[in-house]
Nanobody, 122 residues
Framework: QVQLVESGGGLVQTGGSLRLSCAAS????????MAWFRQAPGKEREFIGTINWSGYTDYADFVKGRFTISRENSKNTMYLQMKSLDSEDTAVYYC????????????????WGQGTQVTVSS
């Protein structure tokens, strides 16, 4: 199985930037499709974007160029670069992984991290 650990969350002011990391163990990152989700209080878990073994990415429409997903397969690490953050981005951010093809639904992912809190203040 795969263990995922997110890091890099915290408090950031409106308009600021933040980079989240997801470290994977148990299997190599290159063998998995990985994704970022987020969940705000009282809302469903929301797809942000995903990346496959070759670096192909697929983003939700709301991202609009503000977020960038990348991965370093040799280090078993995936990143989420965020800029122009707004209060609407306040949520717990989760790393997820799966085998097979790219999907956008949370139920399609087999492995999850514990999440890291991102709070954007006005």
């Amino acid at each position: 199985q795969v263990q995922l650990v997110e890091s890099g969350g915290g408090l950031v002011q409106t308009g600021g930037s933040l980079r989240l990391s997801c470290a994977a163990s148990g299997r190599t990152v290159s063998s998995l499709n990985m994704a970022w989700f987020r969940q705000a209080p009282g809302k469903e878990r929301e797809f942000i974007g995903t990346i496959n073994w070759s670096g192909y990415t697929d983003y939700a429409d709301f991202v609009k160029g503000r977020f960038t997903i990348s991965r370093e397969n040799s280090k078993n690490t995936m990143y989420l670069q965020m800029k122009s953050l707004d209060s609407e981005d306040t949520a717990v951010y989760y790393c997820a992984a799966r085998g097979g093809g790219i999907v956008r639904t949370a139920r399609g992912y087999d492995y999850w991290g514990q999440g890291t809190q991102v709070t954007v203040s006005s």
